[in-house]
Antibody, heavy 117, light 108 residues
Framework: EVQLVESGGGLVQPGGSLRLSCAAS????????MHWVRQAPGKGLLWVSR????????TYADSVRGRFTISRDNVKNTFYLQMNSLRAEDTAVYYC??????????WGQGILVTVSS | EIVLTQSPGTLSLSPGESATLSCRAS???????LAWYQHKPGQAPRLLIY???SRATGIPDRFSGSGSGTDFTLTISRLEPEDFAVYYC?????????FGGGTKVEIK
């Protein structure tokens, strides 16, 4: 059974940093594009970032480019989202997801990130 | 960035009825790279349709997608109780992916 499990969320002050991890089981991470998607309270889904299976190519939403960095460790079957210069508007449930370069067939359950003083 | 506009915002229907959800793109979606997802509170989103009209693995055939260019539709025939949820379209035709704002299908 495919499982994606996020970790590393929590409360952080504005301007702070946080690193999210997404561990895969029953799923060979190295075969898939991996993505982060978020949902702010009461809002819809927002795609955040994606990374190619070999880690050689990444893209970001305009709202996080330059502040967030996606990376992966295929040996550990885990990928990451380093979030710097966090803002209140980054408060959201963050989902990791995997699949094709564009559509997302596998999802984690999500983890809450709260940016507040 | 491609902006996706979903309509209506909310659809109130009874089980057994059909639902027609619209997704309009601000520019043509390359190769009709358009997906649909179902999202229920407290759960992970679920992929329904990719490539505008291909059903994902395990998705019942009462879910169908159609459309091309800038106009896409998700049709749910014979709504089941478990189909009441929020539905999102998503384009992946350019390097920056985007979701629509969602359509909530609620029980009338």
């Amino acid at each position: 059974e495919v499982q994606l499990v996020e970790s590393g969320g929590g409360l952080v002050q504005p301007g702070g940093s946080l690193r999210l991890s997404c561990a895969a089981s029953g799923f060979t991470l190295s075969s898939y594009w991996m993505h982060w998607v978020r949902q702010a309270p009461g809002k819809g889904l927002l795609w955040v970032s994606r990374i190619k299976p070999d880690g050689s190519y990444t893209t970001y939403a305009d709202s996080v480019r330059g502040r967030f960095t996606i990376s992966r460790d295929n040996v550990k079957n885990t990928f990451y989202l380093q979030m710097n210069s966090l803002r209140a508007e980054d408060t959201a449930v963050y989902y990791c997801a995997g699949g094709d370069s564009g559509y997302l067939g596998y999802w984690g359950q999500g983890i809450l990130v709260t940016v507040s003083s | 960035e491609i902006v996706l506009t979903q309509s209506p915002g909310t659809l109130s229907l009874s089980p057994g009825e059909s639902a027609t959800l619209s997704c309009r793109a601000s520019q043509s979606v390359n190769n009709n790279y358009l997906a649909w997802y179902q999202h229920k509170p407290g759960q992970a989103p679920r992929l329904l349709i990719y490539g505008a009209s291909s059903r994902a693995t395990g998705i019942p055939d009462r879910f169908s997608g159609s459309g091309s260019g800038t106009d896409f539709t998700l049709t749910i025939s014979r709504l089941e109780p478990e189909d009441f949820a929020v539905y999102y379209c998503q384009q992946y035709g350019i390097s920056v992916l985007t979701f629509g704002g969602g359509t909530k299908v609620e029980i009338k």
